[in-house]
């Protein structure tokens, strides 16, 4: 990225992320480092302190920031927009003092994606501590809420399997009365779970092996219903199952449609070529073509891929991203290039 | 191999393994090698002699065996059964003299395991040259099929996908009359595609990535709608969507069923439990409990889960084999042990 | 395992294995559990309890075991013959009232393989407190200490890169003089870092990733040069760098050795063959062939490849092992087959 | 990459990539795409022509470029700089051409890093058909040869192995006439093999495996013999073996390097860090500290650490790149940027 000639008027912002020791705070330090119009002043973590080079030796040579522990006033003094990469139910108590100073505040966890507490509380085992910032919130996903997000200061920004899921059946969802009950067979790379000193995590346990888990039961299922049920105008209950792939970054989404009056598989094309014609980030694949992890691996993109059952009722979609990306940091830049007024790409090709 | 107090009159066999080359073959060669019964007398492959253990350098010291150009007198001669782990549309042309010489042949490839040979030369693109053979193949599924097997001189092996498929369905296809559209997500392991030079399965192309592919159209369907059809007594279409998963060996399925009537979770764990208390190599999860590849690697289990939506109506199977064993070589020798009288689960287990 | 006749009086024993939550704990269980001459009948870890099949769920109907809280007397009153898969620093405590009432004590930590504690006091951080017993622990490599074995009754089973180095060297150590600075770079899986729940073993830390790490400062160095020395029968040091692989077992070194009078290669490859001809797990490649990991996964073979410059002066040794097999638990089983007088491959071949 | 806002004054260079079907070649495409100073004008391979897009799926709405059968009158007319990345003993024949059109040439094969053709007649099995054109090739690594770089028109890229070895072994070669007999082991991910279609590069083949090959007999050997001589202005052979890690991309290199008259830590340390105080891609840890494949992936880093024996006689020298980036496409952009004046790190920080 060779920023030298831009012109002195670039506009630029001090951007902070809070939670930087982990797998999220880390792509998104490395996606704003090499953005134009972005100055990183801020790094802060809760458990991890010293220089981000030496947490992440990939950085030496490239950053002389330090992690700090997190104070929430150094952080208001030294940052115009934050990004907070924190565990679910931490960002609650650190988003109200950061709004009220007049931040722009993306949160990368859970606590502000759903409209209803109740069904946070549920999910997530704890009571929502702040209800007040809630209808501040927009829900992160520019191909469903651009306007929204250009006049946001806060982003809920979505989670990894819902974006993939979203993105993929949103043509259908926005567009068909006659859907069935769908199956979303998920798949994730193991970043996905956190870089958490757990057991279950440790190479030898994940390597040359693949399960379900949380199977019917995962917490992401009611964030994807709700999302698509506001787009159905209806209530869209789905048949959510993840699984652990043997892979570092990727997530590929393998969902089934049931489609009462059928469709052909050239008007099932035309629908998400349309749907998405003007996205810079999400790539149809020609019929045929089917998404792969590897090709949107440490990309923004989310490519989708599209089958038929021979009897034209049962529509096969398959979505990939990288969930460390377009799954998580580089859609929060995204969001951020669209609430600062940057081209939206900027940072992310 | 706890084999204790065996007779001094053990019966022993002297068998052949033709395709040794192959990843099937080679599977098929180290479970033989192990075997109280066997006396590995021939091996043999199309384009590739010499010594096993140059071949497969893991035999060093542990076979003298040569592999041969494959000669139908030579086999005839120095065995009583063979395996047949040959490119599908090749053991047509080998079964024949093999049969008639009085030998007892096990053919992994697909050429043997379709009753109607016009969905073979659909699926195979090759027209099927013995049909007369046809019609004395025993489908080696020893959980549906084991008497059938007791008496057969000739077993058409079951497909990799289609032992995990029809296993996870089998107790619910055999007793359920409300079974909706069936939807198998399968995953497998990259030793299923064989060992080809071919672009695709180079190790950059397959590492850290994962795809779906034949996307409705994989040629493992329409065997799993045979027999699942013939076990339901009526025809019981599935939608199958295969994906490869950056692991050498093993397959998990993701099997959605939709039951018009509903059924509980104790239900369904116990008509799972009694259609398979006898079996010694299916092994049903305790309710919470899913199967993972890395427990039935290298070995000829096939472990089942179970779930179910909260409405009851759909229920998730999950099952989960390892493909060169009881996908492949494993259950071939588990055949072999019931056609000749062995104890089933020696050399197995 | 083919065992033939095995005799009507065939011999068995009781045996327990302690820290079988562990790596190393889960192999020595899963090879005794087909051993023909044991019977096990204890199974116990210090911090993890419940059955061995919940722990571990590829032991699914293969065992009603259940892992106790460890037990002195328990374990006294159960074994015959009892396994310590323990951390280092733990067996201390737990070897001498087991000697005592008179088991066979094998132990696979670092606790008695020195016979100076002042080493492994410097190593290991932590005084020794059963003096005592050292001089009665033999050092359980079979190919060097056999008749030692034969009467012993307790092992300080060899740690995993000791295996792989010392049988790589020994036949040039024991007879050669003009050695000079040897040089080992050893390779090893992540299961030899143990089970153990830290974030540098983490899936996403290992994979796709390699390193050295305790560069010239492994505690398995002093190790490797106690039994060189004492083969050499004076001080051999070496310079020792392990390396961390992205895969779960085993181990690879390539070992540079300076030989100052020269050597021809087909000299090198006679001495090789003569010292290990009897050897029932030691391989010797042909000359040309090297060993690879995947050929000794999951086997108790140590396989040995040299190549030899093109001055003759420097000799480079490969030796390829799996960690946990001959590297631990494989090994184990060995030495506990060759004190208890059974055939010394049973239950590993 | 923003480059919007740059100024009308950008110089730009049309750049054409030869052999993009291959791992280096399709490096360096995606490279120059995000570079501000080129226009990508032409992609040719030999064996597969069709939309770039669609030979790699990754670039799906980033480029419309199609990839040609080459044609040496078409390259001359549509490019300044040509990337060759061809197999070795194909580069010869086209170079001439190109040269004498007056094209900038960056060249990825071994064609023209050695001086004496005998010595790559010897290596690469192929007599030398452009001897007129080997003395205008300057041997591409900027950190030894930046002004002649500067000058030239003719790059001869050098290979992965050479560059990570040449680079952690320069500052103690070019500064001390006590260097012993120097051990480089090397190891390489699986991408530095090329895109062939060959059985050994199988992904079942590598995954989960470890082997060193080429030992003492690798074309790399006298590649890096050639310029550490030069720089130590005396003949320095060195034992080099190479290993094949189980990954994607990346070598890491540990290199013996004995010293007759010792060094101390601290002295090696300030050694390095003069060498390399101003290179922008090579990064000396701090004492302590080890590089790690992952830390170079994707980057055109070297990463350098450095250890000592307790006798201060043999230093530890690891060093690592990504085999793609700085051992290939990215090195040649480099080298690009040099030639053309640009900013050296442009397109690649």
Request: hydrophobic fraction near 40%; proline fraction near 5%; aromatic fraction near 8%.
């Amino acid at each position: 990225m060779n920023n030298q000639l831009q012109e002195n008027t670039l506009k630029t912002v001090r951007v902070g992320v809070l939670g930087v020791s982990g797998y999220v705070g880390r792509e998104a330090f490395a996606l704003l480092l090499g953005h134009a119009n972005v100055r990183l002043t801020y790094a802060a973590a809760n458990n991890t302190t010293g220089p981000v080079s030496q947490i992440f030796p990939e950085f030496l040579n490239r950053t002389s920031l330090v992690c700090q522990k997190f104070d929430v006033k150094e952080a208001i003094t030294k940052c115009d927009v934050i990004f907070l990469g924190l565990p679910h139910t931490e960002s609650m108590s650190v988003v109200p003092p950061l709004l009220k100073a007049g931040l722009k505040v993306i949160d990368l966890s859970a606590d502000y994606r759903f409209k209803n507490t109740r069904v946070y509380e549920k999910w997530y085992g704890h009571r929502h501590a702040d209800k007040k910032n809630l209808s501040k919130a927009v829900y992160g996903l520019p191909e469903l809420f651009r306007e929204k997000i250009k006049k946001a200061d806060f982003i809920a920004n979505p989670g990894c399997y819902p974006t993939a899921s979203i993105l993929g059946l949103a043509p259908l969802i926005a567009t068909r009365k006659d859907i069935g009950a769908v199956v979303i067979d998920a798949k994730s790379g193991v970043s996905g779970a956190g870089r958490k000193a757990v057991v279950g995590l440790h190479f030898c346990e994940v390597n040359e092996n693949f399960k379900a888990y949380k199977v019917l039961c995962h917490q992401h299922a009611p964030e994807i219903e709700q999302y698509l049920s506001r787009l159905a105008g209806r209530s869209t209950p789905v048949h959510f199952v993840a699984h652990l792939l043997p892979l570092t970054r990727g997530i590929l989404n393998t969902m089934y449609v049931p489609l009462a009056e059928g469709i052909t598989l050239n008007q099932l094309h035309t629908l998400y070529k349309k749907f998405y014609k003007m996205e810079p980030f999400v790539r149809l694949h020609p019929l045929g073509g089917q998404p792969e992890i590897k090709n949107v691996a440490n990309t923004n993109f989310c490519d989708i891929g599209l089958a038929l059952s021979a009897d034209k009722k049962m529509a096969v979609i398959t979505s990939a991203i990288d969930n460390l990306v377009k799954g998580a940091a580089g859609q929060a830049v995204q969001n951020m290039n669209i609430m600062c007024g940057f081209n939206e790409v900027e940072g992310l090709i």
